[in-house]
């Protein structure tokens, strides 16, 4: 009996994946070239990143925080109630902390200026507060104080060294300064006006609602000596 003739058949087409793995888990080559580009886009993402991320702020130095203003308030610093320019510690003359005057400045003033003293403090009604437990009110102090230093020149000439004392009554209700001279003045009457004038001009303007006080009525002293012309 004949044997039926061999019918050659191609081999099985070749499958287009390979397969990693045994035991059933199996990747196709598409999902590791998907992988690849992706570490690739991080790869090249990430150094792209810090290169071009924000920078932090600069730390200020000491010195620009040192160059800061005070805040009001502090020594040194404008206070409320302070024309532009007028600040404690900052006005030749001025009372500093613990009643001490501050250089003239250089302008060659002798003028020795006695702590600023408040002599009273009011309210209305029949009620008085002793001096000691009258608030201070630095503005008027040391606009003062600076008035009486910058009208050095209004002093009159005399052989020997006199005293005035220069007093201050301010009203807040009124918003009203007024300077007139104390009893312990040794300056001759007939010297005194135009020294008054002058040092009464000198005065800082206050900004009367800026200024902290406590009281409606307020009465300083700031004693002054003069001394001996150098034209005798």
């Not at 290169?51 to 040194?76: C, K, L």
Request: charged share 20%.
């Amino acid at each position: 009996m004949a044997r039926p003739p061999l019918r050659s058949t191609p081999p099985p087409t070749p499958s287009p994946y390979r397969y990693l793995g045994r035991g059933g888990s199996e990747r196709p080559v598409k999902v590791q070239i998907i992988i690849a580009l992706v570490a690739g886009l991080v790869l090249v993402a990430v150094p792209l990143y810090l290169w071009r991320r924000p920078q932090p702020e600069t730390i200020p130095s000491a010195d620009a925080a040192t160059a800061n203003p005070a805040p009001p308030g502090s020594f040194g610093a404008p206070m409320p109630g302070y024309p532009p320019g007028l600040a404690p510690g900052s006005v030749p003359g001025a009372p500093l902390p613990g009643g001490a005057i501050s250089p003239d400045g250089g302008t060659g003033s002798r003028i020795e200026i006695a702590p600023v003293k408040t002599l009273k403090c009011q309210d209305p009604g029949p009620g008085r507060t002793p001096p000691e437990r009258c608030d201070s009110i630095r503005f008027f102090e040391e606009s003062l104080t600076r008035a009486i230093r910058e009208s050095q020149a209004c002093a009159p000439s005399s052989k020997s060294s006199y005293v005035v004392s220069f007093v201050l009554e301010t009203t807040f209700a009124k918003k009203r300064q007024s300077l007139f001279l104390g009893k312990s003045t040794t300056l001759s009457k007939a010297k005194r006006k135009d020294l008054l004038r002058c040092v009464e001009r000198a005065l800082a303007t206050p900004d009367w609602d800026r200024i902290p006080h406590q009281h409606a009525k307020y009465t300083i002293d700031a004693v002054a000596t003069y001394p001996p012309s150098q034209a005798f």
